[in-house]
């Protein structure tokens, strides 16, 4: 399938402590990990200047989009955005990952807050399964162990999760609906709480067998809409 990576550059990942996790940057991990998986990933770099570098062929012929943003959250044009909401309704996959809970497009889809309680410890997460039966969880056991971890933890304003797969428990005592799947229209949105950009957790296997699968999961099993109708005014734009 094709997959279009949204992912940030920022401050934090060009510290000594972001390129030791990832000398090859955040986005290149995501990208090497999809096509690991036989997908066809386009990178698309998130900065100061929003989405610089993006063109409508990468979304329109993405079956899945990854997002991870986190300091130029507020920087992504509206109109990008737009776009990703609208395909997502007419059948493409979202994952956003860990500070995409403050993104717009998370925001937006989600129609909540995203907000949070957070402590930057690198303390230990552990992704309880509660859905073992789960496609997203296919290879996995009980849970995944994460060694060191941003805390995210409830109360996290988001709407009831259509399917709630992962509980994330925190050493510091705090839990979090740490990976949960809404659908929207024709399309799903796939979360997972992980991947601070300082801490290596997208070399962990378990996140990476998580992700995979959850590309897979969300990938539209029907063709994607050319356009959402609505009857009383023949075409239905969202802006
Ligand atoms: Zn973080």
Redesign the pocket.
């Known amino acids: 399938m094709n997959i279009a990576v949204f992912c940030e550059i920022n401050p934090e990942m060009l510290t000594e402590k972001g390129v030791n996790a990832y000398p090859e940057t955040l986005g290149v991990c995501l990208k090497n990990l999809f096509e690991e998986a036989g997908n066809s990933v386009t990178l698309v770099k998130l900065d100061e200047n929003g989405a610089e570098d993006f063109n409508e062929d990468i979304l329109n012929t993405a079956d899945v989009v990854v997002w991870w943003s986190?300091a130029y959250n507020h920087k992504v044009q509206n109109e990008l955005v737009d776009k990703i909401i609208e395909r997502v309704q007419k059948g493409m996959g979202l994952i956003c990952l860990?500070?995409a809970h403050k993104s717009k497009v998370f925001m937006r889809i989600t129609g909540a807050s995203g907000s949070l309680k957070w402590r930057e410890d690198g303390a230990q997460e552990r992704l309880w399964c509660v859905d073992v039966n789960h496609p997203i969880n296919d290879g996995l056991g009980e849970y995944v162990d994460i060694i060191n971890e941003?805390m995210y933890g409830e109360p996290f304003d988001i709407p009831t999760p259509d399917e709630l797969i992962y509980l994330g428990w925190f050493k510091g005592g705090e839990v979090l609906r740490a990976g949960f799947v809404v659908k929207r229209g024709r399309g799903k949105v796939f979360y997972l709480n992980c991947g601070?950009?300082t801490y290596p957790v997208y070399r962990n296997e378990g996140v990476r067998k998580i992700l995979v699968n959850a590309s897979k999961y969300l990938k539209p099993n029907r063709p994607i809409l050319d356009k959402l109708v609505c009857p009383h005014i023949t075409e239905f734009s969202i802006k």
Do not use: P
């Open positions: 986190h860990h500070s941003e601070h950009e």
